[in-house]
């Protein structure tokens, strides 16, 4: 499975998603690499537990790691320009273009 690929099965997967901005780095993006660097960004309490469950079981059989932050520290850090994080939904986008 590719990193569009990922994406989108997480996207339909897990609902509590749409409250919080997911983005995936790293090498998976180039299509090497042993798994797919995941940063989600979003609201603490309920429905981040909610969405590490939904997470969980969506990528149960992928080799996720999955990096949360609050909006404020994703800021503070520029983690999404720093590591050139791509969103969910750009993935998507490629995937259905190819």
Not at 15 to 26: D, N, Q, R, W
Request: charged content about 15%.
């Amino acid at each position: 499975m590719n990193a569009s690929k990922v994406a989108k099965h997480i996207l339909m997967s897990c609902p509590t998603l749409s409250e919080f901005h997911a983005y995936m780095f790293g090498s998976s993006l180039a299509g090497v690499g042993s798994d797919f660097d995941i940063l989600i960004i979003g609201p603490s309490g309920i429905a981040l537990s909610q969405l590490k469950s939904e997470i969980r079981d969506a990528g149960s059989m992928l080799p996720l790691d999955v990096i949360y932050m609050l909006p404020e520290e994703a800021e503070e850090t520029n983690f999404v320009a720093k590591q050139n994080c791509i969103s969910f939904e750009q993935l998507c986008k490629l995937n259905s273009a190819t």
